[in-house]
């Protein structure tokens, strides 16, 4: 059988190209017994390539070497997986039969597909296989003009994504940073706003304790006063009790209304009762009821101790119903 003949029977024009070159290798060398042959020991190869066989390849013998390339390239099995590969197949005939030209020609053969995957690898930074198809590029030609380019773009690569990992690794970190000082500032501000809050509660606890305190004054007042009737001059039956004096008011600011129930648009009123002195001053005022409770009671109160009257001869206490409107 001819190389012509296979090569017409061969259905790839690529890979089953190679396998027909080794099928004439084979029936060429049963065909000449007494071409000669190379001497059983090779001599050394001085641009030997870093990447050694496999035991198991090493351990074939030529025939088997050329019929598990075969096998590997029917397979598609070019360059991988590592040790079972027709390129790791032909470099370890090529030792055992350096003179053999199927194996020369197929090794030329596979070597750009090789490089292209070596490219591959590189391009989606799988840098071990990268080297590896390297080392077998350099086992195959260590003078392809490919090499010296190939390992500069793996050491660059490896450089880069080294480079990538610690700037991602910094911008982790500053990341962290960041939520934690955000973390921090939103737990200062819920502290902030709960200091507040109780801070509010006290000074309204205060204020009522000073009302109720301003309201026993005056029972225990009226009290006394009532329990000492030999003290005071009876009036005549004929004189009128005094009439209170009549309030006129000066200054009445309104209550400002709370910005919660403002939203809400909650409505209500709050009685105050206030105590007005000789100079037209609220001296005291006290919430006697409110509706809803507690809502407008602060800014009533607060409101009320600012109104002004007119001077009158003698103190008086008076309530007024404050209305809260909302947009009124």
Known sequence: MSFATNCTKSRAPALLLLIALAACSKQEQAAAPTASTPAATPAADTTAAPAAPAANVTAMSAEQLREAATKALSDNRIYSPGG?????????????????????????????????????????????????????????????????????????????ASRRSVEEAAKAQELAKKQEEQRKAQQAEQQRKAAEALAAQQEEARTRAAEQAAAQQREREAA??????????????????????????????????????????????????????????VTNARVVRSNPPRIFDREALSAVRRWKFAPIPQPTTTRRTINFTPGG
């Not at 005094?242 to 939203?263: F, G, H």
């Not at 809400?264 to 105590?275: C, H, R, S």
């Open 224 to 281: 006394a006063r009532t329990a000492a009737p030999a003290q005071t001059t009876p009036a005549s039956p004929a004189t009128a009790a005094p009439e209170p004096p009549t309030l006129r008011a000066i200054s009445m600011p309104s209550p400002r209304y709370p910005a919660e129930a403002q939203r809400a648009g909650t409505a209500g009123e709050v009685m105050v009762e206030l105590t007005v002195g000789t100079d037209g001053s």
């Open 84 to 160: 079972d590969n027709a390129l790791e197949y032909y470099l370890a005939a090529r030792d055992k039969q350096p003179d053999n030209p199927a194996v020369t020609s197929a090794l030329t053969d596979l070597l750009p597909y090789t490089v292209i995957a070596a490219e591959q690898s590189i391009a989606r930074e799988d840098f071990a296989e990268a080297q590896r198809l390297s080392a077998l590029i350099e086992r195959t030609d260590p003078r392809a003009p490919s090499l010296p380019r190939l390992k500069q773009t793996i050491a660059s690569a490896q450089q880069a």
